[in-house]
Each structure stands twice: as structure tokens, then as C-alpha cells.
């Protein structure tokens, strides 16, 4: 594989030259068959190449996530396996092949460049900025996802469960959330395959999964990427702390943010929301990415929703390194790298719970 992106462009552009049979222009993109296999193994080799050689410490760190995060996910395979969707999951293939997740925002710009829309220097300038504008959220949602897997390890669970909340049909539409039917959530199912995540069609919001936990004698239920449902709950559970959707609220939850939820049975955390109120979590981890202040205003955002919550054990901040919390007795830092016993504090805020 060449080094440098200049030199994977070089042999794109070289092969192209020696094929007349390609034609990309200003409105014409045309590869014929016998050639669009090795068209596309040097269009995409020059992709990865920028990526490498422009990001070459994110994507050793990526790697190292990504070894980390495949670990975890072998040791709790025994109870819990993730299906292979066709919902499109930038944090899964990130975590499946960092390099080729990074590159994918260069697609269209590559063919720009092909087509003289750009300069290799103007192209070079804008797929660094495409990246370095994906690569947090990437890098905290594979993050997330390994935290969440190894505190599923310490939690030594016997039984791992999903609610089978319904999407909606093609026929049906979302409704506003005075005019959204009622429907029960159905009860929590024993399984083995869950999804990290949800579908955005689902009425309800639901955890990811809900694991039984001999150690905490009950349930813990683990929701990311937060939202609202779709419809009303007609059996939201009165052992439940209920709160009102605030406009943004959900919004704001979507990236970064995992909540817990114990509780004696898996029935009583089966909801997190539906379309007017949110289930008060238990405990909230903000997963952040390497550095001590990776994310610009970061360190506001989790004290604002921290304050709108209210977890009853409070919310923990967990990264690489370091993180920089704010200043609120309710809100710790968590500097766990990638060992899962530093993820032990997750455990006992919730056996801590009254």
C-alpha cells in the first residue's frame, strides 16, 4: 500500500489514464465492469492513504479502541451478542475497521478531485476538516460502547434480556405528543441477540439491554444514544420516577451519555420514554474521548444535563485520561483507560442504591 496519499493518487489517476474506457467528468461517471473492481481497490487505497498519513495518531489510538472494544465484546458473548443490521451504524463499523469508517466521508470529495472540481492541495485541506468533524463522536461512541461491555462483565450476569418494542409500519406516521396513541410496552424477553442501536422508528425507548445481576440481587438496564418514543405508554411503571420530555432535552442526551437503571425486576426499567416523559436514570456516564478536555464546552454540557436529570447515584465521567469534570459534588471523574476494573465505581454507585 503506498505511503503517502500523493502516491496512492498517482496510481489512481495513472490507471485511469491508461484506461479510456473510464469517463468521470463535471456530469458523467462512467466505470465499466471489467475495470470498476481495480478502479475502486486504487480509489479506495487513496482514501485510507490520506487517512494514515493525515491522522496517523487518532487512528493508532482508534486501532487500540477497536482491539479493546472487540475484547469486550468476546466476553460477554456468552450471554449477549449484537446483530448484524442493515441500519446504517457509523460507531460499529469504527469500531470494525477504524481506517475505512475515517475515510468514508472523502467519497464525494475524491471524486470531485477526479472530476478537477478541486486542487490536490484544496482536497488534502477539505477531507482533513471532514474527518477531524466525524472522528469524536466516532471515537466517543466506540468508547462508550467499551465501557458499557466491560461494566456488563463486572456486573457477572446470569440472564440478559430485550424488550421487543414494535417499529412503526410503513403505513403508519409519527404523531405530535398530544395526538400519539397509547400502547403497552411489551415485558422484557430472555435472548441473546440485542442491538446497540435502536432504530429511530421504535414507539418506545427501551435500554439496549437489561442484564440480571446475582451480585446487585436485580436488573440493570443500559440505554445510549437517548430519544423519545413515539406513542404513550398505557403501563409506564409507578416504581418509576417519571419526567417530563423538556423541548432539546432528548437531543441533547444523544451523544456521549449512557444511562443505568436497577432495579429488582427487568419489567420495572423496560421503558426509558415514550413521547412525553423520561424515566429518571439511576446513574449517568459521560464517555469522553482521549485528552483532558477533548470536546470544547464539554465539561458545561454535562453539568447542564447532570442538573436536568437528576441521577440518583449521580454521574460519572469516564475517559482515556484525565477527564476535566465540573465543579458539582454530584458529578466524578473516571479516568479508566481501557481496564475494566477501574470501571468497578459503576458497580458500586449501583449496589449503593437505596
Known amino acids: 500500500m503506498p505511503e503517502t496519499f500523493r502516491e ?6 495513472g490507471f485511469v489514464s491508461r484506461h479510456p474506457e473510464i469517463e468521470i467528468g463535471e456530469s458523467v461517471v462512467a466505470i465499466p465492469e471489467p475495470v470498476r473492481g481495480d478502479f475502486y481497490a486504487l480509489f479506495n487505497s487513496a482514501r485510507r492513504a490520506l487517512v494514515g498519513e493525515k491522522f496517523s495518531a487518532f487512528v493508532q489510538a482508534s486501532e487500540i ?3 479493546n472494544y472487540r475484547r469486550a465484546e468476546q466476553s460477554v458473548s456468552r450471554l449477549i451478542t449484537f446483530e448484524e443490521t442493515t441500519l446504517v451504524d457509523a460507531v460499529r463499523r469504527f469500531v470494525t475497521d477504524p481506517v475505512d469508517s475515517l475515510s468514508r466521508p472523502l467519497f464525494d470529495p ?3 478531485l477526479l472530476k478537477g472540481k478541486e486542487s490536490v492541495g484544496s482536497f488534502e485541506q477539505k477531507a482533513a476538516l471532514a474527518i477531524e468533524s466525524a472522528a469524536p463522536a466516532l471515537w466517543r461512541g466506540g468508547y462508550e460502547r467499551w465501557a458499557a461491555l466491560a461494566i456488563v462483565c463486572l456486573l ?3 440472564a440478559a434480556f430485550r424488550v421487543p418494542v414494535r417499529r412503526l409500519s410503513p403505513g403508519e406516521r409519527a404523531k405530535s405528543m398530544l395526538h400519539a396513541p397509547a400502547d403497552e410496552v411489551p415485558g422484557p424477553e430472555a435472548s441473546s441477540s440485542f442491538l446497540f442501536a435502536q432504530p429511530r422508528e421504535a414507539i418506545f425507548s427501551v435500554p439496549d439491554f437489561i442484564v440480571h445481576s446475582p451480585a446487585l440481587a436485580g436488573c440493570v438496564g443500559i440505554r445510549s444514544e437517548c430519544r423519545a ?3 404513550h405508554a398505557a403501563n409506564r411503571s409507578p416504581s418509576r420516577e417519571w419526567m417530563p420530555i423538556e423541548p432539546g432535552l432528548l437531543a441533547a442526551l444523544e451523544g456521549g451519555l449512557t444511562l ?6 427487568a419489567e420495572s426499567i423496560a421503558l426509558v420514554a415514550d413521547v412525553g416523559s423520561f424515566c429518571r436514570p439511576d446513574l449517568a456516564l459521560w464517555c469522553l474521548g482521549p485528552g483532558p478536555d477533548p470536546e470544547p464546552g464539554q465539561a458545561r454540557r454535562i453539568a447542564r444535563i447532570h442538573a436536568r436529570l437528576r441521577p440518583r447515584a449521580g454521574s460519572l465521567v469516564i475517559g482515556p485520561d484525565g477527564p476535566a469534570v465540573p465543579e458539582d459534588p454530584g458529578i466524578r471523574a473516571l479516568a479508566a483507560g481501557f481496564e475494566p476494573d477501574r470501571l468497578r465505581a459503576v458497580v458500586e454507585a449501583l449496589r449503593d442504591l437505596k
Open 229 to 231: 418514543g413515539l406513542y
Open 260 to 265: 443505568c437503571y436497577r432495579a429488582p425486576d
Open 65 to 67: 479502541l477497536a482491539a
Open 8 to 13: 496512492a493518487y498517482a496510481s489512481l489517476t
Open 110 to 112: 475524491l471524486f470531485d
Open 156 to 158: 457477572e450476569p446470569d
